[in-house]
DNA sequence: TTCAGTGCAAACCGTTTGCACTGGG
DNA sequence: CCCAGTGCAAACGGTTTGCACTGAA
């Protein structure tokens, strides 16, 4: 819960087993699984692996194409675009704006 | 080409299957991705299978929580997003904006 | 005694790939 | 004759699940 770095399923996995934590991969699955549907953490739906974000108060994501890493951006969430979709007669649970590219680390190696 | 409905491969397999096209699903994976290199198509990575779409002009979807269908949203395209992230110091090299819930025919049957 | 939570391994599913083949140039 | 493109089946990687077990209540 702690993490801002927006670990798969896996990297979580990991560095919980370095920790000394006795745990499966597949509760970790079955644990981000549940706290995603009580609505406790956030799922990032991206390739090749999900993500996990403790972070649930809407916002929105940088996704590096070199490193995989994903950043929180300082971007205010914009709920008029929900209403704007609501207008065309779709039911808006939520949105996702992701931007794709090179973060900063990344755009100096290339 | 002519599809405006986002199929994944397999749908885009089974419905030339269906017009007595003899190609493999191997083939349709091969021929989508390097479409997609070419930037003659557009990948949707959506869950639980990637979509396509050959319109390649950016522009932004929903995604039916209910019958998972995707549709383009009549939503302009909104540019100065990417410079507000390059001024953080990302390079941009796209956006995707992706509304989640229902859509209009699953609304009402709900 | 019960049963929610766990580990393990197998299954699952979308996607990719190795390999042999083939047919057009 | 060559090789780009194909079919087929196996492999792959992320994720889920069946089943037996365990330990707290």
Redesign the interface.
């Known amino acids: 819960m702690g993490r801002r770095d927006h670990p798969t399923a896996e990297e979580l996995y990991l560095s919980l087993r370095e920790k000394g934590e006795e745990i499966s991969l597949a509760t970790v699955y079955r644990s981000l699984r549940s706290l995603a549907e009580e609505g406790r953490v956030a799922t990032l739906?991206?390739?090749p692996a999900?993500r996990f974000d403790p972070e649930t108060h809407p916002h929105y994501h940088?996704h590096c194409?070199h490193c995989h890493r994903v950043?929180d951006?300082?971007?205010p969430y914009k709920p008029e675009?929900?209403q704007?979709?609501e207008a065309?007669?779709?039911?808006?649970?939520?949105?996702?704006?992701?931007?794709?590219?090179?973060?900063?680390a990344c755009?100096k190696e290339v």
């Open positions: 739906p991206l390739s999900d940088f194409l950043f951006l300082d971007l675009l929900d704007t979709i065309l007669g779709f039911s808006v649970h939520h949105h996702t704006l992701v931007f794709h590219g090179l973060c900063p755009k």
